[in-house]
C-alpha cells in the first residue's frame, strides 16, 4: 500500500504512466484527443473558431500528453496546425472581401449576414440534407449561405435600399459565406489529419 501511495505521487512518473491509469490510458487520451479535434472541425460550419480549438487541443495535449513514443505529439505538428488555422482564416477573410462589401453592402448588412448565417448553418445542421454522412455538413454549408442572404437582404432593405440592390448584395453575401466556410472548413480537415496521422499512424 505504501510503496504504492509512493508511486502514485513521484514526481519524475509522468501522470500518464500512474498505475491508476490502465496500460491503454495513452492510447485512450490519443482518441480522445482526435475525437475532440474533428468534433471541433464542424464547428467551423456555424461560424465559430472550430480551427483555432482544434489548435488548442493539440497543444493542450502536446504539453499534458506523452512526451515521446508513438502517442506523443511535439511542437512541430501543433505548428502546422496553426498555419493551417491561419491559412482558413484569411481564405473565409478573402471571400468574405470578394462577397458583400464588393457588391456594396453596408457595415450593418455585413453583421447581419453573419449573424443569419451563424442561425441558418445551425438549423441546417440540425435539419440536414437526405444525404448519407456528408447530409448535415452540406445543409450547414447551404443554410448558412441562405442565412447570410436573408439577413444581408433585411438590413438593406430596412435602410431603404431598392429591391435589386438589396437582392445583388445578398446573393454576394451567399457566395462569400457559402466559399469562406467551405475553404476554412476544408483546411480544418487537414488539421484533423494532422492530428490523427500524428498520434495515431
Given at each position: 500500500?505504501?510503496?504504492?501511495?509512493?508511486?502514485?505521487?513521484?514526481?519524475?512518473?509522468?501522470?500518464?504512466?500512474?498505475?491508476?491509469?490502465?496500460?491503454?490510458?495513452?492510447?485512450?487520451?490519443?482518441?480522445?484527443?482526435?475525437?475532440?479535434?474533428?468534433?471541433?472541425?464542424?464547428?467551423?460550419?456555424?461560424?465559430?473558431?472550430?480551427?483555432?480549438?482544434?489548435?488548442?487541443?493539440?497543444?493542450?495535449?502536446?504539453?499534458?500528453g506523452p512526451?515521446?513514443?508513438?502517442?506523443?505529439?511535439?511542437?512541430?505538428?501543433?505548428?502546422?496546425?496553426?498555419?493551417?488555422?491561419?491559412?482558413?482564416?484569411?481564405?473565409?477573410?478573402?471571400?468574405?472581401?470578394?462577397?458583400?462589401?464588393?457588391?456594396?453592402?453596408s457595415r450593418?448588412?455585413?453583421?447581419?449576414?453573419?449573424?443569419?448565417?451563424?442561425?441558418?448553418?445551425?438549423?441546417?445542421?440540425?435539419?440536414?440534407?437526405?444525404?448519407?454522412?456528408?447530409?448535415?455538413?452540406?445543409?450547414?454549408?447551404?443554410?448558412?449561405?441562405?442565412?447570410?442572404?436573408?439577413?444581408?437582404?433585411?438590413?438593406?432593405?430596412?435602410?431603404?435600399?431598392?429591391?435589386?440592390?438589396?437582392?445583388?448584395?445578398?446573393?454576394?453575401?451567399?457566395?462569400?459565406?457559402?466559399?469562406?466556410?467551405?475553404?476554412?472548413?476544408?483546411?480544418?480537415?487537414?488539421?484533423?489529419?494532422?492530428?490523427?496521422?500524428?498520434?495515431?499512424?
Amino acid at each position: 500500500m505504501i510503496s504504492e501511495l509512493s508511486l502514485l505521487a513521484a514526481p519524475d512518473t509522468a501522470w500518464w504512466q500512474a498505475p491508476w491509469i490502465a496500460a491503454s490510458g495513452a492510447a485512450v487520451l490519443a482518441i480522445g484527443m482526435v475525437i475532440a479535434v474533428a468534433l471541433s472541425w464542424a464547428l467551423n460550419l456555424i461560424a465559430l473558431p472550430g480551427n483555432w480549438i482544434a489548435v488548442g487541443l493539440m497543444a493542450i495535449y502536446a504539453w499534458l500528453g506523452p512526451g515521446d513514443g508513438r502517442l506523443g505529439m511535439g511542437a512541430t505538428p501543433v505548428v502546422l496546425a496553426f498555419v493551417l488555422a491561419a491559412i482558413g482564416e484569411g481564405l473565409e477573410f478573402l471571400a468574405g472581401a470578394a462577397g458583400a462589401r464588393r457588391a456594396g453592402a453596408s457595415r450593418r448588412a455585413t453583421v447581419y449576414a453573419l449573424g443569419g448565417s451563424m442561425l441558418g448553418a445551425f438549423l441546417g445542421a440540425v435539419v440536414g440534407l437526405p444525404i448519407p454522412i456528408l447530409g448535415p455538413v452540406l445543409a450547414a454549408l447551404l443554410f448558412g449561405g441562405a442565412g447570410a442572404t436573408v439577413g444581408a437582404i433585411y438590413a438593406e432593405k430596412t435602410d431603404g435600399r431598392p429591391w435589386r440592390e438589396s437582392w445583388l448584395i445578398g446573393k454576394s453575401a451567399f457566395w462569400g459565406r457559402t466559399l469562406g466556410t467551405a475553404g476554412k472548413a476544408g483546411v480544418g480537415a487537414l488539421i484533423v489529419v494532422v492530428a490523427f496521422i500524428t498520434v495515431l499512424v
